[in-house]
Structures are given as C-alpha cells and as structure tokens.
C-alpha cells in the first residue's frame, strides 16, 4: 500500500530495487544503481557519502552519478563545513538516522542565496535544490551514510512529495550497505575521494602547513615537471613562479589562514610569460587516512589562465588602471565610440588608453590586442 500523494511504486521502481539488492558485492554498480533512481526524483544528479570513520576504516565510500568530480572535491575537502542545508538539518530536533529534508524546507530560498555556501560553490555547479537522507547515523555497528538527489536551474524545486518517495527508499539503501559491508568486506571501502582526485584531469595538489606537498595527482605531477612550469618542487616543498619570481608558497598559506572564508587565489607567471591561477581552499575534513596522517590543510588546483586579467596588465605588462579597462572593454566588442559613451571619457583620452596599451605590448593593430589579451 502506497502512502498519500506519493508517487505509484510500479514495476520499474521495483526493477530499481532489484538491481540495488543486486549490487551488494560488487562496488563499481553500487552508484550505478543509484543513479536508475534519479527519474523518480526528476533528478539530475545523486550523490552517496558513507563518512570516514576510525572505528569503520574500511567503509568510506564516495559514489555519484551526474555530479562532476571536480565539485566532489571541492565539496568533501572544503565547503561541507560551510554546507548550510546540512547546518540547518543539525539544528533540528529529529535529527538522526532516517531524517529526509529538502532544501528549502531545511533553508529559506532566499536566504540560502545570500551564503557563501550559494555562491561560491552550489551555483556555481547549478543545483537549484536538493532531497537528501540520512541513510545511517553514526554508531559503533555503522559509520555515518548519506545519499542526496539533485535539481538544477530551470527545474521546480523539490517538494514533500519527493520526501516521502525518498523515505521509501532509504530503508532499502540502509539494509544493501549493511549487507554490502558483512559479504564483500574487501570491497567496502569502495570509491574514495582520494581515488576521485587521482582520476581528475586538473592538477591537484594537497599541502602540509609548511607547504610540504602531502599527495598530488597524475595532473599534478605533471604540472611539477614541465617546463617551462608554474609549479616546482624543492625539497618537498611547492614553489611558484610569480610575476616577481619564484618563491614559496608560505605568503599565500598565511593568506589562506587569515581568510574567512579559507579561501584564496594566486596569480602565476612563468618564463614564457604564461598565466596560470592556483586556487587554495581550506581541508576541513580528512580526504583520506593517508592525507589526514599527514596533516593536509589545504587543497591547491592549477588552471591555466589568470584569475584576474586586468591585475595581470597591471602588474606583469605595466597597464595603468584605466588601460587595462579599456583593453578589457576592447576585448568586449565594444568600439571607442561605445567606451565614450559609457564611461563619459573623450575620444582623445581613449585613443591614449589604446594607444599606450599597444605600445607597452609591442603591438601596433587594435586586433593584435584584443588577440592578446584574450590569449592570456
């Protein structure tokens, strides 16, 4: 018998629910499995965390479907401390093990979008609302499990509805882990974050207070040795190379420590004048027994390209404020006139601006600027 306003459990949720039991044993289907359940959520994204636990050391898994790698990352080694969905679920009175909650019920729409939460990271990869469970709660038989459906922009946000047909599916999810964990126990560990960050193709970097490197990815090893590089290694330690040189990495860790958010970036330069930036983020959780041995505090991602091209005019190529707007807008596909008019400068004044930003680059066409600084 199916509760009031859930949706009819047909014979294609129940096909979903053989294939979950058919899982247990063999890890890689797990979130296979999962993700045969996003049609009933009208979901485009699932993900499935079981917490890293010392009493439970062989039952950290990571798994999802539709979610990127780069945001379980993100997710998992910063900004679950800043996750106000689960701040929220915390604070309530029924919390524990068989709660379901969406987020609006847990966190006002609009005051969701007015965290750092919001806009640093949940907007940023496009979700729009969640449905989340908590499949087991902590205990010494368990680690803690959860399992949260995803909506991005330009869906309905999730409803009670979808609250009741999650509800049904957590008691099913509860009993295949725990069956997963007492037949496949070689298997349990399943997928970890750190295995997550090995497979990702941006160069990932996770460092000791000292700037030590205490693991890094195949990206990132190879980062270390190009050249010419962004990045060096000095007895274990990592070096930049900036726009004034090399140098460590300790001024930007101190940066990282003194922000509140444990967030920073760092402009680089290399030899052939080549912009990267490397963006720092806080660990606020252990990523794996190996890391948190090993005392990581921050994690470090390479992009080629500067965080901020009109600094890189400024500090690298000698623009004043003003050129450096006015490449910008360039870069627009705006024209002089255009640059006129919304900046109420004279005619004169941005021909000087353009003028002497051709020069200081060498360049004698408009275009060949505008292929410039797009370049960088």
């Keep these: 018998m199916t509760l009031p306003d859930t949706p009819t459990l047909d014979r294609s949720w129940n096909d979903c629910i053989d294939r979950l039991y058919d899982a247990v044993g063999r890890e890689h289907t797990l979130a296979s499995a999962l993700g045969d359940f996003m049609p009933f959520f009208d979901a485009r994204g699932v993900t499935f965390l079981t917490i890293p636990d010392v009493r439970h050391p062989t039952t950290s898994h990571t798994g999802s479907v539709g979610v990127s790698e780069q945001s379980l990352l993100e997710y998992h080694s910063h900004?679950?401390?800043?996750?106000?969905?689960?701040?929220?679920?915390?604070?309530?009175?029924?919390?524990?093990?068989?709660?379901?909650?969406?987020?609006?019920?847990?966190?006002p729409r609009a005051r969701l979008r007015q965290t750092y939460f919001w806009?640093?990271?949940?907007?940023?990869?496009?979700?729009?609302d969640i449905v989340t469970?908590?499949?087991?709660?902590?205990?010494?038989?368990?680690?803690?499990?959860?399992?949260?459906?995803?909506?991005?922009?330009?869906?309905?946000?999730?409803?009670?509805?979808?609250?009741?047909?999650?509800?049904?599916?957590?008691p099913h999810l509860r009993h295949v882990l725990r069956l997963h964990r007492r037949l496949a126990p070689a298997l349990a560990v399943g997928s970890t974050l750190l295995?997550?960050?090995?497979?990702?193709?941006?160069?990932?970097?996770?460092?000791?207070?000292?700037?030590?490197?205490?693991?890094h990815n195949a990206?990132?090893?190879?980062?270390?040795?190009?050249?010419?590089?962004?990045?060096?290694?000095?007895?274990?330690?990592?070096?930049?190379?900036?726009?004034?040189g090399w140098t460590g990495v300790d001024e930007?860790?101190?940066?990282?420590?003194?922000?509140?958010?444990g967030q920073v970036a760092v402009d680089l330069l290399n030899s052939e004048r080549r912009s990267a930036?490397?963006?720092?983020?806080?660990?606020?959780?252990?990523?794996?027994?190996?890391?948190?041995?090993?005392?990581?505090?921050?994690?470090?991602?390479?992009?080629?390209?500067?965080?901020?091209?009109?600094?890189?005019?400024?500090?690298?190529?000698?623009?004043?404020p003003a050129e450096a707007r006015t490449a910008l807008q360039l870069v627009d596909g705006r024209s002089a006139a255009e640059i006129c008019e919304?900046?109420?400068?004279?005619?004169?004044?941005?021909?000087t601006h353009i003028a002497a930003a051709l020069g200081k680059l060498g360049l004698q066409r408009q275009a060949q600027l505008v292929a410039r600084v797009l370049a960088l």
Aim: charged share 20%; aromatic share 6%; hydrophobic share 45%.
């Design 252 to 261: 930007a860790l101190a940066a990282l420590r003194a922000s509140p958010q």
């Design 133 to 170: 469970a908590i499949v087991e709660a902590s205990s010494t038989s368990g680690p803690a499990s959860f399992i949260t459906f995803h909506r991005h922009e330009g869906q309905r946000p999730f409803a009670r509805r979808d609250v009741l047909t999650l509800t049904k599916l957590v």
């Design 342 to 351: 919304q900046t109420g400068q004279s005619m004169a004044t941005v021909r």
């Design 219 to 244: 990206a990132a090893a190879a980062a270390l040795k190009a050249r010419p590089s962004w990045l060096r290694q000095q007895a274990g330690r990592l070096g930049l190379a900036m726009p004034q």
């Design 119 to 128: 806009k640093s990271f949940v907007s940023r990869h496009r979700v729009m």
């Design 277 to 320: 930036s490397l963006n720092l983020m806080s660990v606020h959780g252990a990523i794996s027994d190996h890391i948190a041995q090993h005392a990581a505090v921050a994690v470090a991602t390479l992009q080629p390209g500067p965080r901020d091209v009109a600094a890189v005019l400024r500090t690298v190529h000698g623009f004043t």
């Design 195 to 215: 295995e997550v960050v090995h497979r990702i193709d941006v160069p990932v970097l996770f460092l000791a207070a000292d700037g030590r490197i205490v693991e």
């Design 79 to 107: 900004f679950n401390v800043h996750d106000e969905w689960v701040l929220a679920a915390q604070r309530r009175s029924d919390f524990g093990e068989g709660l379901v909650s969406h987020g609006s019920e847990l966190v």
